[in-house]
């Protein structure tokens, strides 16, 4: 996770930063800079920096309208174009290719053919795609990586964003769990 901050994540800071806010409250006028010192301290902490990865990536914008492709006269022709924008991927010499959330729309775990076609080309470039998981009765928005043949897979316990505004299990649902399978 990337985030751009001023001061360090984590427990600890959230508790030195808790009892800086704390100290200032409770102190009188004249201790009340005290409180500031506790940041000043663990803003210099910057943690680790990490150069961005020498990967050639190829990240292809779909702009397929969702009604437009959750339609099942239009599966075979959206499942085409991604495998198309795989293969240019793999053409241009990219080591990675990142199609988005339901790229594929459909169980994909479910589609030996498809699947298979994915882990073929998955020895030449690694994909990370979008689609429907369904196991146990439940159907899961999941991120599937294919690498030198392997597959991963990683689903989403909750509802996907566009149930947000339409569910009340969103409510109950506030953090996303990710399982590895």
Known sequence: MFIDSFLPTGKVYFAVI??????????????????IIPLIII????????????????????NVKQDQKWMKSNLSNVIEKNLILVDKAI?????????????FPINLNRNDFLLEKLVEKSTHID??????????????????YFSK??????????FSSFWRENSITWNFCWLYKWHLL
């Open 91 to 103: 053409e241009k010499r990219k080591e990675l290719v990142i199609l988005p959330e339901t790229a």
């Open 18 to 35: 808790l009892a800086s806010v704390f100290m200032f409250i409770k102190l009188n006028k004249k201790l009340k800079v005290l409180a």
């Open 149 to 158: 043949g392997v597959i991963k897979v990683a689903k989403k316990s909750c």
């Open 127 to 144: 994909i990370i795609t979008g689609a429907l998981l369904y196991e146990n009765k439940q159907f899961y928005n999941a991120t599937y």
């Open 43 to 62: 803003a210099q902490d910057r943690g680790l920096y990490i150069d961005n990865p020498n990967l050639k990536i190829s990240m292809p914008q779909l």
